[in-house]
């Protein structure tokens, strides 16, 4: 029986999944506040700190997950090796949680009232401020939702993850699940006049992102199990094997089926003469789907990423045969 990868297990499929659900919420409320300057500010303030809280909380993940959690603070100060990906990381998730932390700030009516009856100049420029930390904090923002996947790329002993459609798929992943994140909040807490336009194009999103995640994912396995013996050994494991009723039903059928299905419910009700009303229940629904797809996809890819045999599967199994005729 093969044995499944355990050095990485659920710390780090927490913080690659919240690294990239914060990413992909703080460009959506990004792309949404440059679209309408002003406009649907639950929506934005909502979308803003769930970026912010998700980050803060991957990274005391990541730290946690250091045998002496104090020490990787110096990975900031030591990591200065620009061709590290480790130190690229750590600098990117650095500055990246600044930018969304400052954004949080100035999006907040209270506190940004307070900043500025504090400092005038703050208080007159906010609406500048806020454009300009959402035009920086979009490239962060895809950049972190690309480095969850580089990271893994970037350990040669593990096959599965040596694939540039990694970085590819947890982008596209990390996308859907801010999408997901931030259309909860549309649903749930949007009075503005038009909200029901940007709900429906959220669900438009969705349906685009979802059918681009399945289309990566299986160009993915299909690569994995044409790449080579320990490629297909690993991949095997998600497709038929240990984990496969995980993955085919939490992450296919649940994180990608119910989603698409919810969205496309909503835009042909959308459609309908004078504005048809769906319950709250299916937007909301199929975005926690979401998230529990984003979430299984990488626990399931962390834990089938296997370490290169020494020697081919065959040749393991033929020595195997060959001492249980000795025995």
């Given at each position: 029986m093969v044995e499944l990868q355990t050095t990485w297990g659920w710390l780090p499929a927490i913080y690659l999944f919240l690294g990239g659900l914060g990413a992909g919420a703080f460009l959506t409320v990004s792309i949404l506040r440059l679209a309408k300057p002003g406009r649907f500010k639950k929506t934005v303030t909502g979308g803003v700190w769930t970026a912010v809280v998700a980050l803060a909380i991957g990274l005391l993940a990541l730290v946690s997950e250091v045998a002496k959690p104090f020490q990787a603070m110096i990975l900031f100060k030591s990591f200065v090796n620009g061709s590290s990906w480790m130190a690229v990381g750590a600098w990117l998730l650095f500055a990246t949680i600044i930018v969304f932390a400052l954004s949080a700030l100035f999006t907040t009516d209270k506190i940004a009232d307070w900043l500025g009856s504090v400092v005038k100049p703050l208080g007159r420029a906010r609406d500048g401020i806020n454009k300009a930390l959402a035009i920086i904090g979009i490239p962060c923002a895809l950049a972190v939702a690309a480095y969850t996947g580089v990271l893994l790329s970037a350990a040669p002993a593990i096959p599965l993850w040596g694939s540039w459609l990694l970085p590819v798929l947890f982008t596209v992943s990390a996308l859907d699940t801010g999408v997901a994140a931030v259309a909860i909040f549309a649903t749930v807490l949007e009075k503005d006049e038009g909200?029901?336009?940007?709900?429906?194009?959220?669900?438009?999103?969705v349906v685009c992102l979802v059918v681009l995640e399945a289309i990566v994912l299986a160009a993915f396995v299909l690569t994995m199990?044409?790449?080579?013996?320990?490629?297909?050994?690993?991949?095997?494991?998600?497709?038929?094997?240990?984990?496969?009723?995980?993955?085919?039903?939490?992450?296919?059928?649940?994180?990608l089926g119910v989603p698409l299905v919810a969205a496309l419910v909503q835009v042909v009700v959308s459609r309908r003469k004078g504005g048809g009303k769906i319950a709250p229940a299916v937007p909301i629904g199929g975005a926690t789907c979401a998230l529990v797809g984003g979430f299984t996809l990488r626990f399931l890819v962390l834990s089938a990423g296997l370490h290169a045999a020494l020697i081919s599967p065959a040749a393991l199994q033929a020595a195997q045969n060959v001492v249980m005729l000795i025995s």
């Open positions: 909200a029901h336009g940007v709900r429906t194009a959220l669900e438009w999103a199990q044409g790449a080579g013996s320990n490629e297909a050994l690993s991949v095997g494991l998600l497709t038929n094997g240990v984990l496969s009723v995980q993955f085919w039903l939490l992450v296919v059928v649940v994180g």
